[in-house]
C-alpha cells in the first residue's frame, strides 16, 4: 500500500504558483473584489503563507501583472514577411484574445484597480506599450521615425486599448469585425497624416506598394472611393 505525499514547492516554485494563481482569478473578476483568502484557497495553502511570499496583495497583483504584461507585449511580435494588412490583422488577434482571456483584469487595469497610480504599474503599461510602438516601426522598416509617425503610431495604440475597453461592455460587434475595423484604423490615421506630410506620403506609399490588390489597405481604399458622390 502507497500513499499519496505531497510534494514541497521551492521558493520561486511557490511564488510562480500563486502568480498564476493570483492572475486567473484577477482575469475573471475585478482584483479588487478577489480576496487574499480566494487566493490562499485556489493555491491550496494558508492566508498566512501567501503573506510569507508575498507582503500584501497590492505587491502580487504587480506581479501578476508584470507576467501579464509580457504575455500581452509578446502578441505584439510577428514575422516580418507579407503585407503589412495581414501582419496587423494577426497581430489584432491576438491582442484581443488577451484581452478576452483578461477581460475583468484588463478593464480594471486601464480604468482603475488596486495598483493603479503606482509607480511599478504606470511602468508596466508604458513597457507593454513602447514594445507595441517598436514592433510597428519595424514592420514598416523605419529606424528613425519622423514625429508625425509617432504621433499616428502611438494613438493607434491608445485607439486600441480604449476600443478593447468599450467592446468589452457587451461585445455588440462581431470580434472578427473589431480586429479588421483595427486595422483599417491604422490605415485611415496613415492616411490623414500621408495627406498632409510628404514623409508620411513616401511610408504610406512603400506600405502600399507591398500590398496585394485584394488585400486589407486596398479593400479600404475602394471602400473609401465607393463614399465618394458621383460626378455627374
Known amino acids: 500500500m502507497t500513499t499519496g505525499v505531497r510534494r514541497r514547492m521551492g521558493v520561486e516554485e511557490r511564488r510562480q504558483q500563486l502568480i498564476g494563481v493570483a492572475l486567473d482569478l484577477f482575469s475573471h473578476r475585478s482584483p479588487d473584489d478577489v480576496s487574499i483568502d480566494e487566493i490562499a484557497a485556489a493555491a491550496g495553502i494558508s492566508r498566512p503563507l501567501v503573506y510569507h511570499y508575498f507582503p500584501g496583495k497590492l505587491s502580487l497583483y504587480e506581479a501578476a501583472l508584470q507576467r501579464a504584461a509580457d504575455d500581452l507585449a509578446e502578441r505584439f511580435v510577428e514575422p516580418r514577411e507579407?503585407?503589412?494588412?495581414?501582419?496587423?490583422?494577426?497581430v489584432m488577434g491576438r491582442f484581443l484574445d488577451f484581452v478576452d482571456g483578461h477581460g475583468p483584469g484588463f478593464s480594471a487595469l486601464m480604468r482603475g484597480g488596486p495598483a493603479v497610480g503606482s509607480s511599478t504599474t504606470?511602468?508596466?503599461?508604458?513597457?507593454?506599450?513602447?514594445?507595441?510602438?517598436?514592433?510597428?516601426?519595424?514592420?514598416?522598416?523605419v529606424t528613425d521615425p519622423p514625429a508625425?509617425?509617432?504621433?499616428?503610431?502611438?494613438?493607434?495604440?491608445?485607439?486600441?486599448?480604449?476600443?478593447a475597453l468599450i467592446w468589452l461592455?457587451?461585445?455588440?460587434?462581431?470580434?472578427?469585425?473589431?480586429?479588421?475595423?483595427?486595422?483599417?484604423d491604422f490605415a485611415a490615421l496613415t492616411a490623414v497624416s500621408a495627406a498632409f506630410d510628404e514623409e508620411m506620403a513616401?511610408?504610406?506609399?512603400?506600405v502600399l506598394a507591398d500590398e496585394p490588390a485584394d488585400g486589407l489597405f486596398a479593400d479600404?481604399?475602394?471602400r473609401l472611393i465607393g463614399l465618394a458622390p458621383q460626378q455627374a
Open 82 to 90: 507579407g503585407p503589412l494588412g495581414a501582419r496587423l490583422l494577426r
Open 148 to 163: 508625425r509617425l509617432e504621433l499616428v503610431i502611438r494613438s493607434w495604440i491608445s485607439l486600441a486599448e480604449s476600443t
Open 202 to 206: 513616401d511610408i504610406l506609399r512603400t
Open 122 to 141: 504606470n511602468a508596466l503599461i508604458d513597457s507593454v506599450r513602447q514594445a507595441a510602438y517598436v514592433q510597428i516601426l519595424a514592420h514598416l522598416g
Open 169 to 184: 461592455d457587451g461585445r455588440r460587434i462581431p470580434r472578427a469585425e473589431l480586429e479588421l475595423q483595427l486595422v483599417h
Open 220 to 222: 479600404l481604399i475602394t
